[in-house]
């Protein structure tokens, strides 16, 4: 029996996703048409050995279960949030909820950061661990990044052959390998007497009482970094292994690379799951005759959006639940939440369009992507900050929060509207609060 671990981290993470975080936990943002770690679960049920999946982190309860729920009744699989009291960092919640992960004797489990998406070759990558030396505690999926950006990025030295890790640094600060950790992990058992040595050798360290009583934040001895505090020392030890992938990989920090993930995964459909893409004049719903627009692929289309038959939607296109498309819209390389409106004529680049917003007739609502160089060999999306050295925004995509008004009309560029504004005038640059 195998299970997954997903880490999606809590409210005070995700700042850079704002304001697409305010009103949704960052973990459930829909990239084609599914919640970030609904991507998670569908590969983790790919495989039959696995039998549960423990999505870890500081979100409310209440604003997990919901979630949880629906994925309990889809995959045949158990689901659980488990909650950490504060932050335990990457590796404390493993610990404190050891006995929930040891619970039924697993062979081994998988660490997920919840941030990243890909097509994870989980398959690939536990039959690579299992054929390790039984010394080994973890394998680290990895890929291959520019010089420049693998500073981003845990880095690792290993033997090309045995996979072993000699050296593995979090993001340094000059130069160690372009190899890089993708925050997907296959650990054996064995990790917990790890995991509890550092526990209690920090114990020794800070006062207990503080620890127990409260003074202090509760941080000192549970928060465990499982970068620097597991990998770093594991590395040079027969403990550590890495397995290269040639799969698309990306973190997903940024709104832009929101985009960037949404082109991929609808891309992925086409092998995973073809039925989700609309299909050039696919007829939509049972008996309405409502043949959809012209789509250019890759294109997903909640089933319970209206969608005017004059529209031009994509590529790279997601349509969520309850979305109106007025009469000839265009739609490309965007995000539309549910339940926006886009009136007639409107045309919608490079962005995203938040809940229950709605965009007037005759508008235009434009980004600037921010892909990786495609003439960089192994370049990966950057996560550029939200404003440059002169203090000026970066041109990013255009983010439209929950419930805006476009009125007709107006042109938006490169702007992030927060929620429930009602614009009055076109903007360019600008974040409007
Ligand atoms: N449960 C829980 N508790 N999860 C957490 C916590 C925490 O206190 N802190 C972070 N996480 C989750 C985040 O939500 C994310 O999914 C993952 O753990 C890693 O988060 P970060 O701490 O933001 O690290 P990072 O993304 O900058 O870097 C990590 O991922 C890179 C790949 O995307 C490192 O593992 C790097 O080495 C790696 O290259
Ligand atoms: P490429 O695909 O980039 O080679 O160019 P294209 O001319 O096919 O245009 P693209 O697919 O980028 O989509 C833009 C389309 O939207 C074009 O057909 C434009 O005529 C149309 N368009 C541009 N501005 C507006 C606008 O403000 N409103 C509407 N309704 N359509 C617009």
Known sequence: MLKAIILIGGPQKGTRFRPLSLDTPK???????????????????????LKEILIIGYYQQSQMEGFVGDMQNLYSINIRYLQEFTSLGTAGGMYHFRDQIRAGNPRAFFVLNGDVCADFPLQELYSFHTQRPSSALVTIMSTEATHQQSLHYGCLVFDRTSGAVS??????????STYINCGVYVCSMDIFTKLAQIFHAKGEEYSCVSYCNGNGN?????????????????AGT??????????????????????????HYL???????????????????????????????????????????????????????????????????????EQAQIKDHTLILHSIVGRGSTIGAWARVEGTPSDPDPNKPFAKMENPPLFNNEGKL????????????????????????????????????????
């Open 27 to 49: 973990p459930l943002f829909p990239v084609a048409g599914r919640p970030i770690i609904q991507h998670h679960i569908e590969a983790c049920v790919q495989l039959p050995e």
């Open 167 to 176: 050296h593995y640094v979090e993001k340094p600060s000059s130069y160690v």
């Open 218 to 234: 509760g941080k000192e001895q549970g928060h465990i970094k499982w970068e620097q505090e597991v990998l770093t020392p594991l």
């Open 238 to 263: 027969d403990m550590l292994y890495a397995m290269p992938v040639p799969n698309w990989w990306s973190q997903l920090k940024t709104a832009g690379s929101a985009i960037y993930a949404n082109r």
């Open 267 to 337: 891309a992925l459909y086409k092998k995973t799951h073809p039925e989700r893409l609309a299909n050039v004049g696919t007829k939509r719903g049972e008996g309405d005759g409502n043949l959809i627009c012209t789509i250019l692929p890759d294109v997903y289309v909640h089933p319970s959006a209206t969608v005017h038959h004059s529209a031009v939607l994509g590529p790279n296109v997601a349509i969520g639940p309850g979305v109106t498309i007025g009469p000839g819209v265009r739609i490309r390389e965007s995000i539309i939440l």
């Open 394 to 433: 970066n041109p990013s995509i255009t983010i439209l929060g929950c419930f805006v008004q476009i009125p007709a009309e107006k042109i938006l560029l490169n702007s992030i509207v927060l929620p429930h504004k009602e614009l009055s005038r076109s903007f360019k640059n600008e974040i409007i609060l």
